[in-house]
């Protein structure tokens, strides 16, 4: 459907995502049912870059932040008895407004009560909101 040349173009112009809907298409095509006309070619192909871009920034944006449990996710966090864990408090902080904000959140408590899980969860949370984060520990 698209010659190499005009593949090569994309790829040179840091367009790989188009390119490799374009490809994909190619193979496609021969068992698709009804042709897609051309306003709907290219805008499956600009989805297609548009969700390889947040998905490759998101990943760059974890690993950047350097958590020290990466899987950490919010809606895995369990309140366990002895535990003074506050799941209103943290669940608004998922939402993320203290960064809007620039505030920070420090937390304390004993040896065990989940400090590194509940910000690494946070430290992920960020990431999805494609903001920028660094894990430090003191």
Known sequence: MIDIET??????MRLSGMAEYFENLADTTATATAPLT??????QAVDWEHG???????HRL????????????????????GRSMDTELI????V???LVKHQDVILQGPTGAGKTYVASALGNKACQQYR????LSA
Request: net charge positive.
């Open 62 to 81: 974890r690993r950047q932040a350097g958590l020290a449990q990466p899987g950490a996710d919010i809606a895995d966090i369990k309140v366990m008895p």
């Open 96 to 98: 993320g407004s203290y």
């Open 91 to 94: 669940a608004r902080l998922a």
């Open 7 to 12: 593949l090569a173009r994309l790829k040179e």
């Open 52 to 58: 390889r871009r947040r998905d490759s920034k998101l």
């Open 38 to 43: 051309g306003p709907e070619m290219i805008k």
């Open 132 to 135: 920028k984060v660094l894990y």
